[in-house]
Structures are given as structure tokens and as C-alpha cells.
């Protein structure tokens, strides 16, 4: 299964394009978790966390931010506050711009990461999914990978998953999603696949097999 042009397993941290806490700054220890045990089985990995600050920083940079820094200090700060409706209209006004430029460096972030995905011939994509618009954009990252690489097994996991378990395959890209102990499960999956594909198998017959150790559509 592993070899000079194949990955056996990219392990994606989903985000949504901006930071609101410092905590989504932290790293991610589950992740490293899973790429350890992979590695520790043989198996070729990857990882993807743009959950880094200086991520985020480059990720963000435009030529908006200047004028927001400047309009949030007038308008937020308490001591000099000059929150007037001609300020705040510019402030809105330039989110929305904000959030338009975010949304297309996605867009191009996403359809980058499939492309890599399909260039390196990733037999299994996993990803560490979240609630809100990071689960949107992990979804539309399986899409993606779905039209780029089809042959790529998709599995989700992660808070969105641990929540609302199978419910989260409902109407979605995804092949399988793992609620147990993901160090154990997808070391599980992966001997599948590779036992499957040294069978001349193919990702329907791996999503068939009764016995994967998951959850499945």
C-alpha cells in the first residue's frame, strides 16, 4: 500500500479561514496522536493543521485590515470612543468585504489541498471535523477530494461527529466517521484498505466490507 507516489493517510484539522479565540491557535494533540499510531503501524502519513498562529497571520493579511485595526480602536475602544453612525457603516461595510476575500482564500485553500490530495494519491483522507462553518468547510473539502480523487476513502471525526455520531453522515460527502478511539479504529481501516488493494480491491469494496471497525453509510 505505501510507496514512492502514494500516501496512506493525510490527516486534515478543519478550520474555517480566521481565528476567534486563542484557542484555536493550540496544538492539536489528537491529531498527532492519530499520525503517530498510523506511523508506528507502517503506514505513511501527513499532516495538515493550519491551526497555527503564524498561519492564521499570513492566511489573513490584506490590505483591509490596516483600516479595520484603525476603526475598531475608534469605535470599541472606551476611552476614546468616537462610535458615530458614518464609523460604524464603514466598519460593517468592510466586514463584509473581510468576509468575502476570507471565503474565496478558502475556496482556493480547499480545491489547493484536493489537488495535493490527489496528486499524492492519498488512499485515506481523515478529518478532524468541528461545529459550525468548520464542518461546512470540511464537507466541502470531501466534495472536493470526491471530484478531484475519487478513489480517496473519506473519514470524518472530531466534536461534529463525537455529538451527533452517524447523524453526521446524513446528506454528506463523507465515507465513514469514527466515534471511538481513533488511534485504534483507523489503524483498523487502514490494514482494510491495504489488505483490499494487494486483493486487486478497490474504496466500494472497502466500504462494503461488513466488518470495518466504524461507522458507515
Excluded at 498561519?55 to 493579511?61: E, M, Q, R, V
Excluded at 453526521?168 to 466515534?179: G, Q, V, W
Aim: with cysteine; glycine share 6%; proline share 4%.
Amino acid at each position: 500500500m505505501t510507496g514512492s507516489r502514494s500516501t496512506d493517510l493525510l490527516l486534515w484539522n478543519s478550520f474555517m479561514g480566521k481565528a476567534y479565540s486563542v484557542s484555536d491557535c493550540f496544538k492539536e494533540n489528537g491529531i498527532g496522536i492519530l499520525a503517530r499510531a498510523c506511523k508506528e503501524a507502517g503506514f505513511s502519513v501527513t499532516v495538515e493543521d493550519p491551526a497555527r498562529i503564524d498561519f492564521y497571520i499570513a492566511f489573513t493579511k490584506n490590505d483591509l485590515i490596516p483600516r479595520l485595526s484603525d476603526l475598531s480602536r475608534r469605535i470599541f475602544d472606551v476611552r476614546n470612543r468616537e462610535d458615530t453612525p458614518s464609523l460604524r457603516k464603514e466598519w460593517n461595510l468592510l466586514q463584509d468585504n473581510l468576509a468575502h476575500v476570507i471565503k474565496g482564500k478558502m475556496e482556493k485553500y480547499l480545491d489547493d489541498l484536493a489537488r495535493k490530495i490527489g496528486k499524492n494519491q492519498v488512499k485515506v483522507l481523515g478529518i478532524k471535523t468541528w461545529l459550525g462553518d468548520r464542518f461546512t468547510y470540511s464537507e466541502r473539502l470531501a466534495q472536493r477530494v470526491k471530484e478531484i480523487s475519487p478513489n480517496t476513502l473519506i473519514i470524518a471525526g472530531g466534536p461534529q461527529v463525537n455529538q451527533f455520531k452517524t447523524h453526521a453522515l446524513e446528506k454528506s460527502p463523507f465515507d465513514f466517521c469514527i466515534d471511538v478511539e481513533g488511534e485504534i479504529t483507523l489503524v483498523q481501516i487502514l490494514n482494510i484498505v491495504k489488505e483490499t488493494y494487494s486483493q486487486g480491491g478497490t474504496k466500494p469494496d472497502v466500504i462494503k466490507k461488513n466488518h470495518c471497525p466504524c461507522r458507515s453509510r
